[in-house]
């Protein structure tokens, strides 16, 4: 009987033991999710972030392109009247033809700056852009554009 008393007792302790083993656990493994919950989010910030910057960036780009493009094709306008009155005359209509033949051949499409996109799908983060439909439009813009 006292054997039985002790056996029962050590039973008692060892589920016991291995109660608080599993809650140990669980709560390391909610802890460990916690943090990484918050570090996915501090990531996708900073991915927001570095993303809004390439877009500035490419729209300024983009604009100064369109600048040039714009001056570029008022100097070719010019410079189709010029051929056809059949001379140049003055100095500013030998600059604006020397402009649209320089410029002519430079003008290119801009290509968006993509280095964060590209480093988010090589790394796996794209999931990191929660809204669905920002993450596949932006996809679509930069590749299929």
């Given amino acids: 009987m006292i054997k039985d008393n002790k056996a029962s007792k050590y039973l008692i302790y060892a589920v016991g033991e291995i109660i608080l083993v599993v809650i140990g656990i669980l709560i390391a493994l909610s802890i460990n999710n916690w943090n990484q919950t918050r570090l996915d989010k501090l990531r996708s910030i900073d991915y ?3 993303l ?33 009155k059949g001379n140049i005359e003055t100095e500013e209509e030998r600059a604006v033809f020397q402009h ?21 799908e090589s790394s796996g983060d794209l999931g990191l852009i929660y809204n669905a439909q920002l993450r596949n439009d932006l996809v679509n813009l930069v590749y299929h554009s």
């Fill in 100 to 120: 649209a033949l320089v410029w002519y051949s430079r003008i290119n499409y801009q290509i968006p700056n993509i280095s964060t996109l590209d480093e988010m």
């Fill in 52 to 84: 809004m910057e390439d877009i500035n960036f490419s729209i300024s780009q983009s604009n100064n392109v369109n600048d040039v493009g714009q001056a570029t094709l008022e100097a070719i306008v010019k410079s189709i009247a010029l051929l056809e």
């Fill in 48 to 50: 927001h972030e570095r």
